[in-house]
T-cell receptor, first 115, second 111 residues
Framework: DADVTQTPRNRITKTGKRIMLECSQT?????MYWYRQDPGLGLRLIYY???????NKGEISDGYSVSRQAQAKFSLSLESAIPNQTALYFC??????????????FGPGTRLTVL | QKEVEQDPGPLSVPEGAIVSLNCTYS??????FMWYRQYSRKGPELLMY????GNKEDGRFTAQVDKSSKYISLFIRDSQPSDSATYLC???????????FGTGTSLTVIP
């Protein structure tokens, strides 16, 4: 089984709809992240969380919200989807280890299309 | 100015060629430098990471960091069709708070 799973894998929705993307991990990591990937723009950080009670905005948080329901679960919501939120969304996790750098492990991605 | 700049390619090479992938950056506080490989319809996977300046070798892959020039490179020797993927550079200051990614370079190795 995959260590980081995302649901759904693909979603087509309409402008104005509320959408939730879910991420679960079995790695036991404390840190979780949401990124979006766009052609020509690369991966950009939306939100991140270092533990259940910690939520931080990333580079492009406007129009998004998150919920850290448990150590293993981190969901991303689009309250009112708009077409420029069409992108590939990735969840990632990392551990708090002995060093400042910690590898991030990515899920398989959710392809979201907003019509 | 973007934190990290990477030529998106696409890059197409024959099997066996040496491939050079590069990124430049603007933040001199970056200390950790990573290369991720992303196959089509998959999430990125860490390929290599280096700390500060210098070289690191792992099999056919060599990562180089030149902090004085704010320039990092990934070299792939004896490239194989299985190396066909998008390669993303990433870097962080070491606080663990945020990674900054390049846009990715699409590589195709032709048999």
């Amino acid at each position: 089984d995959a260590d980081v799973t995302q649901t759904p894998r693909n979603r087509i929705t309409k402008t104005g709809k509320r959408i939730m993307l879910e991420c679960s991990q079995t790695k036991g990591h404390d840190r979780m992240y949401w990124y979006r990937q766009d052609p020509g723009l690369g991966l950009r950080l939306i939100y991140y969380s270092f533990d259940v009670k910690d939520i931080n905005k990333g580079e492009i948080s406007d129009g998004y919200s998150v919920s850290r329901q448990a150590q293993a679960k981190f969901s991303l919501s689009l309250e009112s989807a708009i077409p420029n939120q069409t992108a590939l969304y990735f969840c990632a996790t990392s551990d708090l280890g002995a060093f400042s750098y910690n590898e991030q492990f990515f899920g398989p991605g959710t392809r979201l299309t907003v019509l | 100015q973007k934190e990290v700049e990477q030529d998106p390619g696409p890059l197409s090479v024959p099997e066996g060629a040496i491939v050079s992938l590069n990124c430049t950056y603007s933040n001199s506080a970056f200390q950790y430098f990573m290369w991720y490989r992303q196959y089509s319809r998959k999430g990125p996977e860490l390929l290599m990471y280096t700390y500060s300046s210098g070289n690191k070798e792992d099999g056919r892959f060599t990562a180089q960091v030149d902090k004085s020039s704010k320039y990092i490179s990934l070299f792939i020797r004896d490239s194989q069709p299985s190396d066909s993927a998008t390669y993303l550079c990433a870097m962080t200051t070491g606080t663990g708070n945020q990674f900054y990614f390049g846009t990715g370079t699409s590589l195709t190795v032709i048999p």
